[in-house]
Nanobody, 121 residues
Framework: QVQLVESGGGLVQPGGSLRLSCAAS????????MGWYRQAPEKQRELVAD???????NYADSVKGRFTISRDNAKNTVYLQMNSLKPEDTAVYYC???????????????WGQGTQVTVSA
């Protein structure tokens, strides 16, 4: 059973930093695009950043220059370094990945369970 397990969320003061990690586990053949989404209360889920297997990145305008996405292909893990955090970054952050399994090699999309990030004084 493939799982995406997130870690690193928490409470931080404005201007602070957090690093989120998301590790894919299970019988994974290949990891393709990986990314992070977030959902604030009463708002739609939105893309924060994503990264291709080759390392090409894409960011939401609201986080450009503050957040950095990276990945370790050997570990099937994606990271999100969040600096200069603002109260408006408060949300549940979800990991998302396109993964193929050894059983059939067909890429499928998976979501993590979410990790809470709260930016508050």
């Amino acid at each position: 059973q493939v799982q995406l397990v997130e870690s690193g969320g928490g409470l931080v003061q404005p201007g602070g930093s957090l690093r989120l990690s998301c590790a894919a586990s299970g019988s994974i053949h290949s990891a393709y695009a990986m990314g992070w989404y977030r959902q604030a209360p009463e708002k739609q889920r939105e893309l924060v950043a994503d990264i291709s297997r080759g390392g090409r990145t894409n960011y939401a305008d609201s986080v450009k220059g503050r957040f950095t996405i990276s990945r370790d292909n050997a570990k099937n893990t994606v990271y999100l370094q969040m600096n200069s955090l603002k109260p408006e970054d408060t949300a549940v952050y979800y990991c998302n990945a396109d993964l193929s399994q050894f059983v059939d090699g067909i890429p499928m999309n998976f979501w993590g369970q979410g990790t809470q990030v709260t930016v508050s004084a």
